[in-house]
């Protein structure tokens, strides 16, 4: 138990200011709620924006509608992913169909993906994992050769641009998260973009089924956001992060989460989104830019982004685990991300199949925090325990 200063492995800030505006949304949701939908439509420019409580839900709204659209079942994604993906799908009815990933780059290994694809595939869902873009051209060209719809998991790159064109919004429909230690946050929340017509046409609908959160759920959100502004500092995070039954950092596969719009509480503390998007990014991306000159990481773009966390890889998993021991005792913030490939959990699992891509991430993954409580101290502290072990990443 460390009680003295301790990096959280993701954070995204919040002020007295946001919490304020958070107590107002609860007393005018509805307002509020199409003031932001369409403040995120004029910043994203898309034509129809949906906001709800979560990126489960949001993606799980989305597969609903596409099943409108089409009887095919299958949805694709990447081995290496967030649990929460999964989660969806099954929870939509659907089937997922996994396909290994590059460790490079976190994409699809696109040859494996090209095999993967076939007719009973209603869609794909590339993830730009930390903010990394998935190589979207080709998997357009692919989608669009067998009548495929690209469904974007921009979960964790919510203001990220590749070729000036903000992720989400290219494929057919797109999805963020507003979860703690996304780019941004309101505490829980998930957004869907699109410009497509029909499928506005129906998310409209399932949107509207969905039931409002109630006022007094929209309250004990706002105070558990007050909690969590204040235990993320790195003065108090070590309070949270010695308490096991919190089970901060752990992964869990949910099929039973609860789908509603977002809450007054989580539309009022939207309110000024873009001034902390745009410090978040610049913060991000002024903390990698240091991470990748210290750590000669050459294989990164050499283009300035904004990571949600900037991934590397430990030469085996005996050295990664060693190194982010380590780095607890330092109280710095290293963390890996999921603990197993998507096909270790058993609702998903193909027993024919291995992912070695994505089994090589598991084993040897380390993230750098990369959020705006990260100090030049921390940095200098997190090069020098990372740079014996390093094999770059992407």
């Not at 107590?23 to 939908?37: C, D, P, T, V």
């Not at 597969?63 to 290496?80: C, G, I, M, R, T």
């Not at 070590?238 to 809450?263: C, E, H, N, V, Y």
Request: proline content about 6%; aromatic content about 6%; some cysteine.
């Amino acid at each position: 138990m460390r009680f003295h200063r301790t990096l959280s492995p993701a954070a995204a800030p919040l002020t007295g200011k946001d919490l304020t505006n958070g107590l107002r949304g609860l007393l005018r949701s509805e307002r509020a709620r199409l003031e932001l939908e369409e403040d995120l439509k004029s910043y994203f420019g898309v034509k129809y924006v949906f906001c709800v409580n979560s990126g489960k839900t949001a993606l799980t709204l989305i597969l609903l509608a596409l099943q409108e659209l089409s009887p095919k079942k299958e949805v694709v994604l990447p081995a290496y992913t967030c649990f929460s993906v999964p989660s969806a799908v099954l929870r939509a009815g659907l089937r997922p169909r996994l396909c290994d990933v590059d460790e490079r780059t976190f994409d699809f290994k696109f040859e494996e993906l090209q095999r993967v694809v076939g007719p009973e595939t209603l869609c794909v869902v590339p993830c730009h994992l930390f903010g990394i873009p998935a190589n979207l051209d080709r998997l357009q060209v692919l989608c669009k050769a067998n009548s495929v719809m690209l469904v974007e998991d921009a979960a964790q790159a919510m203001g990220v641009t590749q070729d000036d064109r903000k992720l989400g919004t290219i494929g057919d429909v797109g999805f963020y998260s507003l979860g703690r230690g996304k780019m941004i946050t309101c505490g829980e929340g998930g957004v869907i973009v699109t410009n497509s017509d029909e499928l506005a046409q129906i998310l409209d609908r399932h949107h509207a089924a969905l039931p409002k959160s109630p006022f007094i759920e929209g309250g004990i959100d706002l105070l558990k956001t007050c909690l969590m502004l204040l235990m993320i500092r790195p003065s108090l995070f070590w309070i949270p992060a010695s308490i096991p039954l919190l089970k901060l950092g752990q992964t869990f596969f949910d099929k039973t989460f609860p789908m509603t719009r977002l809450s007054g509480a989580n539309v009022g503390l939207m309110r000024c989104w873009r001034e902390r998007l745009t410090q978040s990014l610049q913060g991000r991306m002024a903390n990698v830019k240091e991470y990748k000159q210290v750590l000669c990481l050459t294989e990164l773009s050499e283009k300035p982004r904004a990571y949600l966390r900037l991934p590397v890889l430990a030469v085996s998993r005996s050295d990664r685990d060693a190194l982010l021991d380590r780095a607890r005792r330092a109280g710095v913030g290293l963390s890996f991300m999921y603990p197993t490939t998507l096909n270790e959990i058993n609702e998903v699992r193909d027993e024919k199949k291995q992912y070695p891509g994505a089994q090589s991430i598991v084993d040897r993954l380390v993230t750098l925090p990369t959020h705006q409580y990260v100090s030049p101290q921390d940095r200098q502290v997190i090069c020098a325990l990372v740079q014996p072990h390093l094999v770059p990443s992407s």
